[in-house]
């Protein structure tokens, strides 16, 4: 009998997943349930394996099964959905996956699974060249932190690495709050044991025993994964005193989150994991200096510490060779919103936001025109097409008043409203502000009051001018990036889309 790999990834059991692996081990199918290939128009694909390898079917429902089994779906034969070998589709084609190059292709329970797919490659290669060695390799690979302003990675591990200290941590952070992201999650629940052997070559460089991963309440399945993949791990003695018998101690705690998009940001992340409130800390210090517990820690996002094991296990050279200017390597950018191919496309750095949005995700899934993309979450700058010529890279975007932040990019139609929009990052501010400065806890509230004059078409110029000035403060005088970061969707909205906010003049 064939085996059949259903996705369990929570996008793909949103869409019935479950049902589908139901009706097929009724049907006496031996099922495999991995994490998903990140097509999500195609979810739930279920993919057989038979003489021809691998062959894809989707989208499945349960309802399907017994039409797809009379048609010999087990033996690899035609049918209205199926795809043919999933590395054919033209989505995963045109896709460099370094990070995700097992996800959807393993089984995330079994560490048996993962090193026959590579894993523990880039760990047994830190071992034996050393910490330092280590280090220099993450540095020279041009590795930035994945998950906002893009920090070289190699400099945060050597700044912990040198700082005096009897204990030291890395920490991961894992509450991917920004909209329209889902690369850590689909990590964590497809591939965990890349994210652990990340940590562990982390750890090792730095010389630290533990590690922490701080993931969103709001991802149970990943939560869930991670976790039973920590059991595996130390049951294999990958995580403990004694690592692989190398001689170095090392753990993972993982801590779950309370639903505060603030702790996202790394010093309230870390007061959390304490226990106390999640609340940004004034730097200096730096966390590589004082950081959890006041010691020494690292701290990575997900995607960035995923990237780390290919690193260590093809070498700095082959991974610095993809990439565009200073932005090395590849980027899983997650397309969400009113896109018809909504999905994760890992890619070198290089590709332009237009083929990305119009190309690789085709267009809208209403088939309007796409009127704006949001890139890089809430904080993120609004894109209108005439800038979709813009270098998906970390400069490019920044010399366009933009950011990439962890890889999203949002897609609206041309009925969005951006005066709306603008409106909604000041209230997002508002609600989101841990209260410990005030341009954000009072500059956004305010912000909020004269949206809604603007939008109630009272004064809309002085009340435009004011909410430059208002941005400007939130701009320069936040204490993180929560508010820092605010004046990037809203004045791209007011200077790309000013239509949308003089039309209120005249109402």
């Known amino acids: 009998m064939s085996r059949v790999f259903v996705p369990a990834d929570a996008g793909a059991l949103a869409l019935g997943a479950d049902a589908v692996a139901a009706a097929l081990a009724a049907a006496g199918a031996e099922i495999v349930r991995t994490g998903s290939r990140g097509l999500y128009w195609l979810e739930p694909m279920v993919e057989v394996d038979g003489p021809a390898g691998r062959l894809a079917y989707g989208p499945v429902r349960a309802v399907d099964v017994p039409g797809l089994l009379?048609?010999?779906?087990?033996?690899?034969?035609?049918?209205?959905?199926?795809?043919?070998?999933?590395?054919?589709?033209?989505?995963?084609?045109?896709?460099?996956?370094?990070v995700f190059a097992?996800?959807?292709?393993?089984?995330?329970?079994?560490?048996?699974?993962?090193?026959?797919?590579?894993?523990?490659?880039?760990l047994a290669r830190a071992i034996e060249i050393g910490p330092a060695a280590t280090i220099a390799a993450v540095t020279d690979a041009g590795l930035r932190g994945r998950g906002g302003a893009g920090f070289p990675t190699g400099v945060k591990w050597r700044g912990a690495a040198d700082a005096p200290a009897v204990r030291r941590h890395v920490?991961?952070?894992?509450?991917?709050?920004?909209?329209?992201?889902?690369?850590?999650?689909?990590?964590?629940?497809?591939?965990?044991?890349?994210l652990i052997e990340g940590m562990?070559?982390?750890?090792?460089?730095?010389?630290?025993?533990?590690?922490?991963?701080?993931?969103?309440?709001?991802y149970p399945h990943a939560i869930a994964a991670f976790e039973r993949a920590l059991g595996l791990a130390r049951a294999a003695g990958v995580l403990g005193p004694d690592v692989l018998g190398a001689g170095f101690a090392f753990d993972i705690i993982q801590r779950v989150g309370a639903g505060a998009y603030i702790c996202g940001e790394e010093t309230a992340l870390l007061d959390s994991i304490e226990g106390k409130r999640g609340q940004v800390r004034a730097k200096p210090p730096l966390p590589i200096h004082k950081g959890l517990f006041g010691e020494p820690t690292v701290i990575n996002n997900v995607v960035t510490l995923g990237s780390v094991p290919a690193i260590l296990a093809d070498g700095a050279d082959a991974y610095r060779a993809l990439g565009f200017g200073r932005s090395r390597g590849t980027m899983p950018i997650q397309l969400a919103g009113n896109i018809r191919h909504p999905g994760l496309f890992e890619a070198p750095f290089g590709l332009t936001l237009g083929e990305l949005v119009e190309d690789i995700g085709?267009?809208?899934?209403?088939?309007?025109?796409?009127r704006a993309v949001q890139?890089?979450?809430?904080?993120?700058?609004?894109?209108?097409p005439a800038l979709f010529d813009t270098v998906y890279d970390y400069?490019?975007?920044?010399?366009?008043?933009?950011?990439?932040?962890?890889?999203?990019?949002?897609?609206?139609?041309?009925?969005?409203?951006?005066?709306?929009?603008?409106r909604f990052a000041m209230e997002f501010c508002a609600v989101e502000s841990c209260g410990k400065c005030t341009p954000c806890r009072v500059g956004s509230v305010r912000g909020v009051e004269v949206f809604d004059r603007i939008l109630a078409g009272v004064d809309v110029d002085a009340n435009l001018e004011l909410i430059r000035d208002l941005c400007e403060t939130l701009k320069f005088g936040s204490l993180c990036a929560l508010g820092g970061f605010i004046p990037y969707p809203v004045m791209s909205a007011i200077t790309h889309f000013p239509e949308d906010f003089r039309v209120r003049a005249t109402a």
Not at 200 to 218: C, K, M, N, P, Q
Not at 362 to 370: C, I, L, N, S, Y
């Open 70 to 98: 009379a048609a010999g779906m087990l033996r690899g034969e035609p049918h209205a959905v199926r795809l043919g070998r999933p590395e054919d589709i033209p989505f995963l084609a045109r896709q460099t996956r370094s």
């Open 102 to 122: 097992r996800t959807g292709i393993v089984d995330p329970a079994s560490l048996d699974d993962y090193r026959a797919h590579g894993g523990m490659r880039g």
């Open 171 to 194: 920490v991961v952070n894992a509450d991917e709050g920004d909209s329209g992201t889902f690369a850590d999650r689909m990590l964590m629940e497809g591939d965990p044991f890349a």
């Open 200 to 218: 562990l070559i982390a750890g090792f460089a730095i010389g630290a025993t533990h590690g922490w991963v701080y993931t969103r309440s709001e």
């Open 362 to 370: 085709g267009g809208t899934a209403t088939g309007r025109p796409v």
């Open 375 to 384: 890139a890089g979450g809430p904080l993120g700058a609004y894109f209108p």
């Open 395 to 422: 400069e490019a975007f920044a010399a366009r008043d933009g950011l990439i932040g962890h890889g999203g990019l949002v897609v609206f139609d041309d009925t969005v409203d951006m005066a709306r929009q603008a």
